[in-house]
């Protein structure tokens, strides 16, 4: 996000590809209003255009992975998504690998992540990654 540029139509283009990709999290209900989206997912103080990484096919975007860096000094993995028409080709291990290594560049050691219990092809995701349970902890419910 950082290379391409982060201005305004593509935070909007960000957005519509999570909200797509969102739309296949179980339970997930509706999705932010772009102004929502904008106010709470990018115009905070953990977003870092830097921590977005996209994978793009001829110019359409068709997968992210965005992570932030936590003030408790940890690194979060905020959301990965691809497009169905793209899912099964290691898209989402390419994006979070490079997603790691941008948490490592920001000194973290620790990649967490949340997501529902019925999302089992990104519970298999991260579980191919190397990601392990953790008890759940009241500052993360
Ligand atoms: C989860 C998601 C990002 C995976 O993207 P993808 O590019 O299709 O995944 P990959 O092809 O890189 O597969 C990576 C690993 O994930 C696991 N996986 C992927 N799809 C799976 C499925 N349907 N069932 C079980 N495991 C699956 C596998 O372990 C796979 O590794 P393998 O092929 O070596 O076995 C994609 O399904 C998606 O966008 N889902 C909707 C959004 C979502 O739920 N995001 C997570 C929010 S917490």
């Given at each position: 996000m950082a290379a391409l540029g982060d201005a305004a139509e593509h935070r909007h283009a960000l957005y519509e590809l999570n909200k797509t990709c969102s739309?296949?999290?179980?339970?997930?209900g509706e999705f932010y209003t772009l102004d929502e989206y904008l106010a709470?997912?990018?115009?905070?103080?953990?977003?870092?255009?830097?921590?977005v990484v996209l994978a793009v096919d001829g110019g359409s975007w068709i997968g992210m992975a965005a992570t932030s860096i936590r003030p408790e000094g940890h690194a979060f993995s905020e959301m990965t998504g691809v497009l169905a028409s793209h899912r099964g080709r290691g898209l989402s291990l390419a994006m979070k690998v490079l997603a790691i290594r941008y948490a490592r560049s920001r000194g973290m050691r620790w990649l967490r992540t949340l997501h529902h219990p019925g999302n089992t092809s990104a519970i298999g995701m991260n579980r191919r990654l190397g990601f392990v349970d953790e008890e759940p902890r009241p500052a993360m419910a």
């Open positions: 739309a296949d999290i179980p339970e997930r709470q997912r990018i115009e905070t103080p953990t977003y870092d255009p830097r921590g």
